[in-house]
């Protein structure tokens, strides 16, 4: 099953006829079901079924291990799985989506370096993008360094810390946004506390995937480009003390059972 909701996507775009198809960009992911290379081919299909689309503009996949999920793949089974083996054989399906024109662009997600470097040494197509979470409490400056290395594109998840899913979730004391010098920050420049953490990514040539259903939060989040944070005030952002779990989202590092 494709993993996020490619129905309500499909159904939205196609129930408008004010924005032609091409003039909107459509990422989706593989990886809600098992890897594989087979496995890969049907979720995508799947994920154009679902929307009603021929084509997607980036086509990701979610997770660099194998899924506690059945594969018809025997390089991705359960806990026989080899980890690069796996991904190398998801990648080549990813190409040859690409190849036919499915995808105008194939990427990875939660890659960390060893992920990516076992799809170049398939010496095939590279990562258009590698999508991870990035913000002033989890950013992986060496692995955004090495995939600008290697011209793959970084799009940051969860830019602000997912502000709204609160304490009880991620057991910080505070909100990225609340933080006083974040604050601080802001109020020099006259911005808010997500523009200046946006800002400071973007200082860092990094795409951003900010979330909000609120209209004024999304022409607020396109507003970062009319002025530039000092040198100083990036580096005090990036040294700021993390909390004890500064990471929102599961850690790629030890991807389950043992494969890596």
């Given at each position: 099953?494709?993993?996020f909701?490619?129905?309500?996507?499909?159904?939205?775009?196609?129930?408008?006829?004010?924005?032609?198809?091409?003039?909107?960009?459509?990422?989706?992911?593989?990886?809600?079901?098992?890897?594989?290379?087979?496995?890969?081919?049907?979720?995508?299909q799947?994920?154009?079924?679902?929307?009603?689309v021929?084509?997607?503009?980036?086509?990701?996949?979610h997770?660099?291990?194998?899924?506690?999920?059945?594969?018809s793949?025997?390089?991705?089974?359960?806990?026989?799985?080899?980890g690069?083996?796996?991904?190398?054989?998801?990648?080549?399906?990813?190409?040859?989506?690409?190849?036919?024109?499915?995808?105008?662009?194939?990427?990875?997600?939660?890659?960390?370096?060893?992920?990516?470097?076992?799809?170049?040494?398939?010496?095939?197509?590279l990562?258009?993008?590698?999508?991870f979470?990035?913000?002033?409490?989890?950013?992986?400056?060496?692995?955004?360094?090495?995939?600008?290395?290697?011209?793959?594109?970084?799009n940051?998840?969860?830019?602000?810390?997912?502000?709204?899913?609160?304490?009880?979730?991620?057991?910080?004391?505070?909100?990225?946004?609340?933080?006083?010098?974040?604050?601080?920050?802001?109020?020099?420049?006259s911005?808010?506390?997500?523009q200046?953490i946006?800002?400071?990514?973007?200082?860092?040539?990094?795409v951003?995937?900010?979330?909000?259903?609120?209209?004024?939060?999304?022409?607020?989040?396109?507003?970062i480009?009319?002025?530039?944070?000092?040198?100083?005030?990036?580096?005090q952002?990036?040294?700021?003390?993390?909390?004890?779990?500064?990471?929102?989202?599961?850690?790629?590092h030890?991807?389950?059972?043992?494969?890596?």
């Open positions: 099953e494709p993993l909701r490619s129905a309500g996507v499909g159904q939205a775009i196609n129930s408008q006829t004010a924005v032609a198809r091409d003039e909107i960009f459509i990422t989706s992911k593989v990886g809600g079901g098992p890897l594989g290379y087979n496995e890969t081919l049907a979720q995508f799947e994920i154009l079924k679902q929307m009603n021929t084509y997607v503009d980036l086509l990701l996949i997770w660099p291990g194998p899924l506690p999920l059945r594969s793949d025997p390089k991705c089974r359960l806990l026989t799985a080899n690069r083996e796996c991904r190398q054989s998801s990648w080549l399906a990813m190409e040859a989506i690409f190849k036919s024109g499915g995808a105008k662009a194939i990427g990875v997600s939660n890659f960390e370096q060893n992920h990516v470097q076992d799809i170049l040494d398939l010496k095939g197509s990562p258009a993008v590698n999508q979470e990035y913000h002033p409490y989890w950013h992986e400056d060496d692995l955004v360094e090495f995939c600008q290395k290697h011209s793959i594109a970084v940051s998840y969860a830019p602000l810390g997912t502000p709204d899913w609160g304490p009880e979730f991620h057991h910080w004391n505070s909100t990225i946004l609340e933080l006083p010098l974040i604050k601080a920050i802001a109020a020099k420049h911005k808010s506390p997500a200046v946006q800002r400071w990514a973007w200082h860092k040539q990094i951003l995937n900010p979330r909000t259903w609120n209209d004024a939060h999304m022409i607020e989040n396109l507003n480009f009319d002025f530039e944070l000092s040198a100083d005030e990036r580096a952002i990036s040294a700021m003390p993390k909390p004890a779990s500064p990471k929102v989202c599961p850690d790629p030890a991807i389950p059972y043992g494969v890596q």
